[in-house]
């Protein structure tokens, strides 16, 4: 029994090698100690290959609802819609900020109210109650409570998530990037509101995505318009919620919902459809600063005045061809105080189905001059202004018209690729890619010994790589590399010693 306890001592400790252990005591023991080394097999080998076997089972090769995996070709198209976003924000003075992924969820909840159902909340194990963050606004207006900052303009680029129902095939998700661009400080009226507005509309008409509309508007307005047609104040949040819905519904469903599920009288209900179906220009805000209820109405006084102000410094801007005064605009976040916009792209003609594709909102912002002062004990405000613009449905736009063009999209920046024109010369191009690493110039080479040579012009063809440095024996002997243009397939011979110099100055633009 002691020379068995060895044995099985031995096959327990040595985990590396229990196999040998167990034949060795199966070929000398008799049956009771047989049982022992049948558990112990049970115990050691079956366990694991049944566990790898349940976790083979347990993979699914899908993205969880409301998210997707981008290739490279649609990276490489949101990479440049990134570049230009943040080219036209930094144009305007901004800084960059980055704030965690999630918050603490009593941040949260209280800033969005209705919104607060599709927030994401966090389990943790060090007490603290968490959310994902829901947008990059309140994120934001923590970090300049928490620095203390009164003056800032800055920009974000970051993930937020929500969990929404996802229409992914019209851009909408549960996971997705926003780019947004605030100014906060104590300034004079509607001059870094007209900032904002003019960034949405550099931004879009760069992108080239069509025809586009910025509506705007502004609460105190909205406000002023219910307080007028008689609407009670307890029911001011909830009738807004509905009107925000007159961008997908029509005004009778709209009125339909405030009377039959809000209960609101049918001649109020009425009475704020005279005001909310209306839109236009410079000439709509005087009108309305005429009209016998409005103009006795301080808050929505305020509103049209500083309305009216905003557009004379959007004419001077020169954009107001792309504005439109709406008053059924309300946006649903509850943090917004005064001027509210959202930018739509106008209906998108299908050439190949000849359908019109609509996309819904793709950028949007407003003033939130009270967030701040939410996490200053002493309720000290900030005034603010911002935008954010909604990268993923721009991003859907953008994906249906370069699937419908023949223009390729290159994954990579591959300045140069290193070939050989014949075997053996391994060595030659690392040596050259290396020089060109060194100097900072993009280059690729294949990963082979003696690759073919019209296999690597074929690679070249396929990435849109313009450049190859072509070395062989004839090269090397005359002390020259050969650059060939892929496009036209025309070659040079420089200089060994210069060819690094002769292609960067060829690189130039």
């Known amino acids: 029994m002691n020379c068995l306890r060895c044995l099985v001592r031995s096959s327990v400790l040595c985990r590396g ?14 049956h009771p100690q047989n049982e022992m080394v049948e558990e112990m097999e049970k115990l050691l080998t079956p366990r694991a290959q049944s566990g790898t076997n349940e976790r083979k089972k347990k993979l699914i090769t899908k993205t969880p609802k409301g998210t997707r995996d981008y290739s490279p070709k649609q990276m490489a198209v949101r990479e440049k819609i990134f570049s230009l976003i943040i080219s036209c924000f930094k144009r305007h003075g901004a800084e960059a900020i980055d704030t965690p992924v999630f918050e603490l969820k009593e941040n949260l909840m209280g800033q969005y109210e209705e919104e607060a159902k599709l927030i994401y909340d966090l389990k943790d194990y060090g007490g603290e109650l968490l959310s994902l963050r829901y947008d990059l606004t309140v ?10 900052i009164t003056n800032m303009k800055r920009y974000h680029i970051a993930k937020v998530y929500r969990r929404d129902e996802a229409a992914m095939n019209k851009g909408r998700y549960r996971e997705f990037y926003q780019c947004d661009f605030d100014i906060a400080g104590q300034y004079d009226p509607m001059i870094p509101d007209s900032e904002c507005l003019k960034i949405v509309h550099e931004i879009l008409s760069t992108l080239q ?10 609460w105190r307005i909205l406000n002023g318009i219910l307080e007028v047609c008689g609407v009670p104040d307890n029911k001011y949040r909830t009738i807004c919620s509905t009107l925000d819905k007159l961008d997908k519904a029509s005004w009778e469903d709209v009125k339909c919902e405030m009377v039959g599920e809000k209960g609101l009288a049918p001649e109020v209900a009425d009475h704020i459809g005279k005001y909310v179906q209306l839109r236009g220009g410079l000439g709509l805000v005087e009108q309305l600063l005429q009209d016998p209820k409005l103009s006795q109405n301080k808050l929505a006084t305020e509103g049209l005045e500083d309305i009216k102000l905003l557009f004379e410094y959007l004419t001077l801007f020169g954009i107001t061809d792309q504005i439109s005064f709406d008053l059924s605009l309300a946006r649903g976040l509850d943090y917004y105080t005064g001027v509210i916009y959202e930018a739509v792209l106008l209906q998108q003609q299908n050439d190949d189905q000849e359908e019109l594709v609509g996309v819904g909102s793709v950028a949007g912002g407003g003033r939130y001059d009270g967030l701040v002062g939410t996490f200053n004990p002493k309720r000290r405000k900030v005034p603010c202004v911002g935008l954010s613009i909604g990268i993923e449905r721009i991003f859907y736009v953008i994906e249906q018209k370069a699937k419908a063009s023949t ?16 075997k053996h010369f391994l060595a030659e191009r690392l040596m050259l890619i ?5 100097s900072g110039i993009k280059a690729e ?3 082979k010994k003696n690759p073919s040579f019209l296999d690597q012009l074929h690679y070249c063809e396929q990435r849109g790589i313009p450049v190859v440095a072509i070395v062989g024996e004839q090269e090397m002997e005359d002390g020259i ?12 011979a420089v200089p060994r010693e210069r060819f690094v110099e002769i292609i960067r100055k060829r690189l130039e633009p």
């Open 17 to 30: 090698q229990p196999l040998a252990p167990f034949y060795a005591l199966r070929a000398f023991t008799t």
């Open 139 to 148: 994120p934001f207006t923590r970090y300049l409570a928490m620095n203390n």
């Open 209 to 218: 995505l069509g025809d586009f509309l910025i509506k705007i508007s502004d």
């Open 407 to 422: 223009e390729k999209v290159r994954t990579t920046e591959t300045q140069v690729f290193v070939a050989a024109a014949q």
């Open 434 to 438: 290396s020089e060109l690493w060194d």
């Open 445 to 447: 080479m294949m990963y």
């Open 481 to 492: 590399v050969k650059l060939r243009d892929v496009a036209t397939r025309e070659e040079v």
